[in-house]
């Protein structure tokens, strides 16, 4: 349980913890680098998106958004979606899923929440010499069911062979195309004071499903990956709210307070969450309470995070949970003018808790 | 030196070879399976395609070509290639380049190949833990120099961590999407008997530096790697020939010996060449007898096969000769009736020599 704070003093903590653009110091890479919070983001902020500046990739959004109006004279018109995201998780099957299938909804959902129904995927294996010809065929099977179910298309592919022990039986690498809607418009800009938090469904079920199924802790809970496509979800949300929906993201890597910290930064806004309003499988919780992991952290792979106008927020929830996919949705928090680009949890207990960026990686290789 | 056979000899050999659709019977992958040879395609068309049955996947070619009309109502109309590829090249720095340059070129010539202006690179980082940052930082520095060298923005990325060996330093798998011009049209269906093989310069010269970069053998050769991309020769030569230009591949892994061999399997028609005229550094030659590895079979990372009309083959090979990057092209053979589906080589003594698909993995971790 963590030390309870008064809104004051959470804020006077972390004053000068922000708005310094991060700085990557470190001599070489850690697990922690890949975790999703603050050290990744000193990696990317820091070190990688600098060396590449271009306001597209600086955007740090799910996908690119590119225009391709005159590309080719005469030829292309419209606003296209683009993202990749390499797949390393281990094991690569777990209860509820598998690799394949998480690196087909990983990157059809990084196209549906920038807004883009996700139409095309590029897949790039690394395999390790040894792979077993019949794992191999589950993973392309898993990636093509997934594919089937979300309504996509793999179009281009690359297989490379490393050798024993230069990987971890297969690694996917897969990349996205979608077309954003000439309507919709979502951006961490136009999130607003007032805006309604809404979380599409239970939390943490992924990540948790991933530490238990690493087997090194005898828990012997029912915890699935919860891996699905969200453009169902997505377009659903758009039709219901139009634009008074303003950003969505998916709460992959680094869970929902990553969201939530990535959001309160760009915006410098204040995001105040009511933690007893969380959708939380009873599993999740006991399981997480054992392993010492607080679940808003955990990646989930089939939630998105929505910032919704206050008068728009009812019909946002009652889209989602009109479908599987959303059935659990609840409005968690809204975002306020302060405290400046942070994150606050009213805790259970009536407190109040700063929820910072991950710090270390309690869960490696969860994705 | 191989036996030497006649043309019928060698047509009788492999009568039986050939028009079969590979099959996929092992147990486990080996390094064979990422040389990009038989084995490669026993994977790949056996296995992996047949899994994820689409016409786009099924045509094998460097990159999909995507009709976008229609995508997003009212908004996309056009053509777009799209094509990814992991890079795992050891070691990662070479004379002439490095595994960041390579990344980019790489998925740079795929597009420019299918006839596609690079406009986007996707880039998904695969890091082992341990990597010194300034190694990182030089490769993310080399993509970003060859990004801009070859016009293309990288607007998307992923980073991912690893345990200390479980990848090899770093792999990078880059994404591309680029625009295909309103009246571009080449595909291998379009090769016709008579037309002219052409290759855009000197053959084998990345494949070989790689290999003496790895200091297995004391050989002290100057080979460096042809990495360089490719848009501006292919956009000459279209310029130069328009429709009588029928097909282009770029000849990385497998060599041209690879792309003459897909060419002759798809179109079935014959493939013949004269060794003599390949343009061959004497390095490369010198140092690829001494390693008993044919230039023929090895990867280049900057150079093209054009299929070409022969009456505009001339103003093709002018069109490359007047850029750096073809400045050593030349018509190398033509496309015949017969053998069906076969490559042939006309040796420097007079004799002719199959020149099969790739068996078997001599040079692994190529790129």
Request: net charge negative; glycine share 12%; hydrophobic share 45%.
């Amino acid at each position: 349980m963590p030390k309870q704070f008064t809104e004051e003093e959470v804020i006077e903590r972390i004053e000068d913890m922000r708005r310094r653009r991060p700085r990557f110091e470190d001599q070489h890479i850690t697990m922690s680098h890949g975790a999703g919070g603050k050290a990744s983001r000193q990696l990317v902020e820091g070190m990688i998106v600098p060396r590449l500046e271009n306001p597209e990739l600086a955007a740090l959004g799910d996908a690119a958004v590119l225009s391709i109006d005159g590309a080719a004279p005469g030829q292309a018109a419209g606003r296209l979606a683009f993202t990749t995201d390499a797949f390393v998780v281990q094991p690569i099957r777990f209860p509820g899923g598998s690799i394949g299938e998480l690196a087909v909804n990983g990157t059809v959902n990084d196209l549906a929440v920038s807004g883009a129904r996700p139409l095309w995927l590029a897949a790039a294996l690394i395999l390790e010499e040894g792979l077993a010809a019949d794992v191999l065929a589950a993973e392309i099977d898993a990636m093509a069911g997934a594919a089937r179910n979300a309504g996509v298309t793999i179009v281009a592919g690359d297989t490379k062979v490393v050798q024993r022990g230069k990987a971890d039986e297969l690694y996917i690498t897969t990349t996205g195309v979608g077309a954003v809607g000439a309507a919709t418009a979502m951006a961490p800009g136009l999130v607003r004071p007032g805006d309604k938090v809404i979380v599409s469904g239970t939390i943490g079920d992924h990540g948790i499903a991933i530490m238990l199924a690493r087997g090194e802790l005898d828990i012997d809970a029912d915890v699935r990956s919860d891996t699905q496509p969200l453009w169902p979800l997505v377009d659903a949300t758009l039709h219901a709210c139009g634009e008074a929906l303003h950003c969505m993201r998916d709460a992959t890597r680094g869970g929902v307070a990553t969201v939530l910290n990535e959001i309160a930064l760009a915006t410098r806004l204040g995001v105040v969450i009511d933690e007893q309003r969380l959708p939380l499988r009873p599993e999740v919780v006991g399981a997480g309470e054992i392993l010492g992991i607080d679940p808003l952290y955990v990646a989930n792979e089939g939630k998105l995070v929505a910032f919704v106008a206050p008068e728009h927020a009812d019909a946002a929830v009652e889209a989602m949970r009109a479908l599987p996919a959303g059935a659990s949705a609840e409005i968690i928090g809204e975002v306020r003018d302060e405290p400046e680009g942070r994150v606050l949890g009213r805790t259970t207990f009536g407190g109040h808790r700063m929820i910072d960026m991950l710090v270390g990686d309690p869960l490696p290789r969860i994705c």
